[in-house]
């Protein structure tokens, strides 16, 4: 089976399609100044940038994990976003995390796998 890799770098590819699914690297802001609800906003745009690069769409994503820097202070603002971002009745599995991020100034971090 072929593996197609979509704005690949020397460290990591942002997604990879391969038997009919597509993985996607774990997303985060580039404007950093946001609050956690701003950030999410630009990382769910990224997310749907990249799952149309691969030839699918939010409606079709199996699974989500989403890490955030403080889950008392980051979580209801993260799902307020995501939940009017996810199409109604196609939520995927999902799990979300309180993590030490690469940055201090990222307050949430994407990954999702898709069906194409």
């Known amino acids: ?3 197609k890799r979509l704005e690949t770098g020397v460290r990591l590819s942002h997604a990879v399609v391969h038997g009919g699914t597509v993985y996607l690297a774990g997303q985060v802001a580039q404007d950093r100044s946001k609050d956690v ?3 999410t906003a630009e990382v769910l745009a990224q997310i749907d940038a990249l ?4 030839g699918t769409d ?3 994503i199996l699974s989500a994990q989403i890490w955030v820097k403080d889950i008392k202070a980051d979580f209801a603002g993260m799902n307020a976003v995501w939940d009017a971002w996810v199409p109604k009745g196609e939520a995927p599995a999902r799990a ?3 993590a030490d991020l690469a940055a201090p100034d990222i307050l949430v971090e994407i990954m999702v796998v898709a069906a194409i």
């Open 37 to 39: 609800g701003g950030q």
């Open 1 to 3: 089976m072929t593996i």
């Open 96 to 98: 979300t995390v309180q």
């Open 51 to 54: 799952l149309a690069a691969a």
């Open 58 to 60: 939010k409606s079709r």
